[in-house]
């Protein structure tokens, strides 16, 4: 089956930056989207941005100009650049991938990784 692998999270000041990274492994044709997502404590999952495989990108209003979401499509990664981060940016980062194709004929629906902490100090 494929599986998410999320890295990079970690402890960071107000104004510094991170990036993360996520990895999709095992049989893949292709994957329609992939992106961010993330969960504070006490507080609902949210989208940070997504890409798809055509380069569409959509972003929360909160991250706008500060985070930017690339990925390769040929390795199956995405990675999410995040630049003058905030305390309330604090949270458990998810990636995610959405209609993973492992043929032409065979998809998969919202496929999520583990998760990786980032915390953002002031």
């Known amino acids: 089956q494929v599986q998410l692998v999320e890295s990079g999270g970690g402890l960071v000041q107000a104004g510094g930056s991170l990036r993360l990274s996520c990895a999709a492994s095992?049989?893949?044709?292709?994957?329609?989207?992939m992106g961010w997502y993330r969960q504070a404590p006490g507080k609902q999952r949210e989208l940070v941005a997504t890409?798809?495989?055509?380069?569409?990108?959509n972003y929360s209003d909160s991250v706008k100009g500060r985070f930017t979401i690339s990925r390769d499509n040929a390795k199956n990664t995405v990675t999410l650049q995040m630049n003058s981060l905030k305390p309330e940016d604090t949270a458990v980062y998810y990636c995610?991938?959405?209609?993973?194709?492992?043929?032409?004929?065979?998809?998969?629906?919202?496929?999520w990784g583990q998760g990786t902490q980032v915390t953002v100090s002031s």
């Open positions: 095992g049989r893949i044709f292709s994957i329609n989207v």
């Open positions: 995610n991938a959405d209609r993973i194709a492992v043929t032409p004929f065979r998809t998969f629906n919202d496929l």
């Open positions: 890409m798809s495989r055509d380069g569409n990108t």
